[in-house]
């Protein structure tokens, strides 16, 4: 097996305050559908190393840890012992068996500094000597009746173990975990646009609007110009953002005119489509919804450009992935909104439609996001002109350039 036959999905775990503080690693090999570690446990273990060694961690995960599902197998080889225990969570799957040998592995895998998780955790007794060395307990909602949670919630209560509810799919989910004392969540509510669909759009969301719209069109800075002084708040953060970009020398600058021109019209354009993703009020930054719109946007615009794009053809990727999730940001129906802006025929049949090249990105990245490999496949083979290779990569630098924005360095 080498390297270009790997995928690579992530899903993204929040504390209790919705912010991002791991990820989950899902691995898949190009001749297999399943995840985590197959029946070859060797061959899963090479696409662990590759995937770290290769593929670079800090892509990966940025300052996040990392969940990677293990098998006994697995776990009982010397081979997890090449994974960077400062930043990786050992996840045992719930077919492990709780015998000696496995109880004395963890024993000393703690010991050399790995945390550790069980995984779709169901109580039993057998587990009593796991839980006095795992440090977190991850408890599959859909094994669970609400009187079976709270009472799981309660036994765990006498060891020392943080609780991660995983699949909460909505929003009553959610808050029940919550008012239990679930220190962590991983779900797809919390990365879809619908977490933040019943709040109004904001002034400054319709003013984004309207500035994305002008911008397109090619308007007149002066045009531009305007729009921003009727809210301090943006031209507060475009004058931030104009210092950073020069490389932390701040620059003197007298008018906001003067900041856009420095900052250049497709910079401009990139900045305002993210920035939609981070004024809804009581969300953090970055919030789960921004990391995985801009991921998919850079995504796709990186499979564009392999695929020999043009600069235009390029740009509209990215647009194309960024305003897939921004219905449940603005509140309207996407149809609305592609009409407002006037996105023209190929972004907005991309967009409603998955259709054409565009489309066909965009489901491919979707495709990635939601772990279904014979998806991915037959999308690549559709699109004709890229591999696995092309994939794996414009995945990993998009998740690099994802970790600099969060952290408010570049946009380039």
């Known amino acids: 097996m080498s390297s270009s036959e790997i995928f690579l999905g992530r899903q993204p775990i929040l504390d209790r305050e919705q912010r991002v503080v791991a990820y989950e690693l899902l ?61 990786v969570v050992l996840e045992l799957l719930e077919t492990v068996a709780v015998t000696d040998d496995v109880v004395a592995r963890c024993h000393a895998l703690r010991q050399q500094g790995f945390a550790l998780a069980l995984d779709d955790f169901v109580y039993d007794d057998s587990y009593r000597p796991l839980l006095n060395l795992v440090d977190i307990v991850k408890i599959d909602l859909l094994l669970h009746t609400q009187d079976e949670l709270a009472a799981i919630v309660a036994r765990l209560k006498q060891w020392p173990v943080k609780l991660l509810a995983e699949k909460v799919d909505n929003a009553e989910q959610a808050a029940h975990c919550h008012a239990l004392g679930f220190d962590y969540f991983q779900g797809y509510f919390f990365a879809k646009p619908a977490v933040l669909s019943a709040r ?23 045009v531009i110009e305007r729009v921003f002084k009727q809210h301090p708040n943006l031209t507060y953060n475009l004058l931030r953002l104009v210092n950073s970009a020069g490389g932390g020398a701040a620059r003197q600058i007298a008018t906001v005119s003067q900041a856009v021109l420095l900052l250049g019209r497709k910079q401009l354009q990139r900045w305002l489509q993210l920035l ?23 995504t796709m615009e990186l499979l564009a450009q392999r695929r020999g794009g043009d600069a235009t053809v390029r740009d509209s990727a990215f647009m194309t992935g960024i305003f897939s999730l921004i219905e449940g940001v603005i509140g309207k129906p996407l149809a609305e909104i592609v009409r407002e802006l006037n996105l023209g025929e190929q972004l907005a049949a991309a967009l409603l439609h998955r259709a054409g090249e565009l489309g066909a990105l965009l489901a491919l990245a979707e495709s990635v996001e939601q772990q279904d490999l014979d998806r991915t496949r037959g999308l690549l083979e559709s699109l004709g002109g890229l591999t696995p290779s092309d994939l794996t990569a414009a995945e990993l630098e998009a998740m690099a350039w994802t970790h600099q924005i969060a952290e408010g360095n570049a946009l380039g």
């Open 27 to 87: 691995f898949r090999a190009g001749h297999t559908a399943t995840a985590g570690v197959t029946d070859d446990m060797q061959a899963t273990a090479s696409v662990i190393y590759h995937a770290f060694s290769e593929m670079g961690i800090q892509a990966v995960l940025g300052p996040h840890l990392g969940f990677i599902n293990v098998s006994a197998d697995m776990l009982l080889s010397e081979t997890i012992e090449l994974l960077p225990r400062a930043q």
């Open 200 to 222: 109004r759009t904001q002034p400054a969301q319709l003013a984004l609007l309207e500035l994305l719209d002008l911008v397109l069109a090619d308007a007149d800075t002066a």
């Open 276 to 298: 939609v993703f981070t004024l809804q009020e009581g969300t953090p930054y970055p919030s789960p919804l921004l990391l995985l719109a801009a991921t998919r946007g850079r």
